[in-house]
């Protein structure tokens, strides 16, 4: 496993022991298909080149951010079926949307920060490809999930 998030692990659990039972039962592989991290419910998958270019207090937001999907319930059959009939690209959105307020809620009196600026795709009506700086989808709508 990667230094730095056995380094990130610890401090999750360390802030909150709660979470451990999504770690625990996490097989943590290293994943270049991937662009940044994400979780299947059963690993986390990381990008070693993602990871490398973050703080352990970003990397520790980013592996939260993955549990918290997890606890949502996002990898499963379950968002499968509410997502039917809807724009996918809509729906990985408001996913994310509250997945990160979620995220920074639950964060917001630690070190951990996600890396990047928030970027409202409801406000923009699109994501931003075309920028090379690093974002991640929020809207204040999110904390009335």
Same mark, same amino acid.
């Given at each position: ?7 990130? @692990? ?8 709660? @979470? ?24 986390? @998958? ?10 352990? +207090? ?47 809620? @639950? ?10 600026? +928030? ?27």
């Amino acid at each position: 496993m990667n230094d730095k998030i056995e380094k990130a @692990l610890s401090k999750i659990i360390f802030y909150f022991p709660s @979470l451990s039972y999504i770690i625990f039962g996490w097989e943590i592989e290293e994943n270049n298909n991937i662009p940044t991290m994400a979780t299947n419910y059963k690993k986390l @998958l990381y990008n070693p080149l993602f990871i490398n270019s973050l703080s352990i +207090p970003e990397i520790s937001a980013v592996i939260i951010h993955e549990i918290i999907h997890c606890v949502f319930l996002h990898p499963t059959e379950i968002t499968n079926i509410q997502a039917q009939d809807k724009n996918p690209q809509k729906w990985n959105w408001a996913l994310e949307i509250v997945t990160n307020a979620a995220t920074l809620d @639950l964060i917001k009196d630690t070190e951990f920060k996600l890396p990047g600026k +928030p970027f409202s795709p409801i406000k923009a009506n699109k994501f931003p490809i075309e920028s090379s700086e690093a974002c991640y989808i929020y809207d204040e709508a999110g904390h009335n999930h």
